[in-house]
């Protein structure tokens, strides 16, 4: 079965302090692995594509990464407004139309 | 540019009441997406469109009906509300060619009561 698991499932920073979000997935076939930012009571925005493995990505304090396996997206220094909920989706070569999303992972920055 | 625009924003239903969720796209997008997304889940395909006049369901379709006479609209349907449709929803969409992301809509959050 075609699967996407984020974790952690929220994470707490001091500002400054850079850490990782993991996105893990098992799927037949990935056509590409999507990073978007959700705010509270907006819509997701997105923010990075990957479709190969080794393949990096980066806009401002975050920079994103694809192994075979699983993406990173590194937050390094990291301010109160980078505080957000990121969610990791994924484009399968079975289907143009679909997506898989993990369920997110809750950052909280904190001055 | 409005990009994705949902309309309401907001919305309290009783049981077993209808009603149409609105979405609008101006970026000439053949592809668009209807989701789901209730709290500690992922986002939920509820029906997609490759263009004007085709549909198709995704995971979570019963209980929905979605139209698309135009490139720019998608309206979901919901037939006789059921508490389990309490959720936020959003409207997606994207393009055919370049990196194949989606762009969203601001979402409308309904509670079946």
């Known amino acids: 079965e075609d699967q996407v698991t984020q974790s952690p499932e929220a994470l707490r920073l001091q500002e400054g302090e850079s850490s990782s979000l993991n996105c893990s997935y098992t799927?037949?076939?990935?056509?590409?692995l999507f990073w978007y930012r959700q705010d509270p009571g907006k819509g997701p925005e997105f923010l990075f594509t990957?479709?190969?493995a080794g393949e990096e990505k980066e806009k401002e304090r975050l920079k994103a990464t694809l192994t075979k396996k699983e993406s990173f997206l590194h937050i390094t220094a990291p301010k109160p407004e980078d505080s957000a909920t990121y969610l990791c989706a994924v484009q399968l070569y079975s289907g143009t139309y679909k997506y898989i999303f993990g369920t997110g992972t809750r950052l909280k920055v904190l001055a | 540019n409005a990009g994705v625009t949902q309309t309401p924003k907001f919305r309290i239903l009783k049981i077993g009441q209808s009603m149409t969720l609105q979405c609008t796209q101006d970026?000439?997008?053949?592809?668009m997406y209807w989701y789901r997304q209730d709290p500690g889940m992922g986002l939920k395909l509820i029906y997609y469109s490759v263009g004007a006049g085709i549909t198709d369901k995704g995971e979570v379709p019963n209980g929905y009906n979605v139209s698309r006479s135009t490139t720019e609209d998608f309206p979901l349907r919901l037939e006789l509300a059921a508490p389990s449709q309490t959720s936020v929803y959003f409207c997606?969409?994207?393009?055919?060619?370049?990196?194949?992301?989606?762009?969203f809509g601001p979402g409308t959050r309904l509670t079946v009561t």
């Open positions: 970026m000439n997008h053949n592809y």
């Open positions: 997606a969409s994207r393009g055919t060619s370049g990196t194949y992301e989606q762009y």
């Open positions: 799927v037949s076939g990935l056509r590409g």
């Open positions: 990957l479709y190969s």
